[in-house]
């Protein structure tokens, strides 16, 4: 099977950073994938040149729908790259706080359909019924990640890893084909790792394909069909969660600080 994503040779240089160098990484669809690595290896920085936040220096980066010619995301504005199926969430929860929990994955759908914010705010009457639809779809998806009985509440009113599971909500509105998800377990009580552990298998099981930015090794490690290590914006190693726990250079570089 094609690789859904196709990462070639790519380089982010910052002023005289080398933040990427010379990246090469695929993964399939049906597949979650985790990226590791120590703080500076380059991690966030590839989910920015995923998302077209960052015009890479070089390189190639191709997504490749089942079935569909590649597509080059490089050159793409963010929303684009939305359009294409690539959704994201952030390190630092970007929810829009004074919005409630079902306009917020509102947002996420209209970012699909009319690729603009605003055009899920001050909607012709003509898009009326296909908004009915999008209430409807986004109550659903509220259902799914258990948050459908605070739909009418404010987003910043939710408790932390409601407002997680809220981003990843959003994005999943977009109807993504791959999902980057940035340290999705950060400030999570083990409680609540343990249910995203269960939320994302059951986002893979319904087709998106997953890469995670994670530090929790235990999640990585039972999550994980695939990890990919950077250090220093270079893959040092990749493999199944065994092979890259056992990797001597993995064990120097990173998980010998654990
Ligand atoms: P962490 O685990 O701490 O989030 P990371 O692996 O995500 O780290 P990045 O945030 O991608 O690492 O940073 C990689 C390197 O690129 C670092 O040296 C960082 O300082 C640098 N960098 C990232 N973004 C910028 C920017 N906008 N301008 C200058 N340097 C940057």
């Known amino acids: 099977m094609d690789p859904l994503l196709t990462v070639s040779g790519l380089t982010m240089d910052f002023g005289g950073i080398r933040a990427l160098d010379h990246l090469d990484l ?3 669809p049906g ?7 120590p703080n500076g290896a380059g991690k966030t920085t590839l989910f920015n040149c995923l998302t077209g936040i960052y015009a890479p220096t070089g390189g190639e980066l191709l ?15 963010p929303n684009q790259i939305t359009a294409q199926g690539v ?4 390190q630092n929860i970007r929810l829009f706080p004074n919005m409630t929990v079902l306009e917020n ?8 359909t009319h690729a603009t914010v605003f055009g899920a705010i001050f909607r012709p009457p003509a898009v009326r019924h296909e908004e009915k639809a999008i209430v409807g779809m986004s109550l659903a998806l509220l259902e799914r990640i258990d948050l459908a009985d605070q739909a009418d509440e404010f987003a910043k009113h939710l408790p932390y890893g409601a407002q997680r599971r809220l981003e990843i909500g959003r994005a999943l509105a977009t109807e993504p084909l791959l999902l980057l ?14 249910e995203l552990n269960e ?10 394909a997953i890469l995670l930015i994670e530090h929790d090794m235990k999640l990585v490690m039972r999550l994980s069909d695939h990890i990919f290590v950077l250090d220093y914006g270079r893959k040092i190693a990749e493999g ?4 890259v726990r056992h990797n001597p250079a993995v064990i120097r570089a990173y998980l010998g600080e654990e």
């Open 31 to 37: 597949e979650i994938a985790a990226l590791i690595g």
């Open 105 to 112: 994955v509102m947002i996420g759908r209209h970012c699909r």
């Open 181 to 194: 998800l940035d340290e999705p377990a950060a400030g999570m009580n083990p409680q609540e790792t343990l």
């Open 26 to 28: 695929r993964l399939h």
């Open 87 to 90: 959704a994201r969430t952030f």
């Open 199 to 208: 939320l994302i298998r059951s986002i893979r099981d319904d087709g998106t």
């Open 63 to 77: 997504l490749t729908p089942p079935g569909q010619a590649p597509k080059r995301l490089n050159g793409l504005k």
């Open 240 to 243: 199944s969660p065994e092979e």
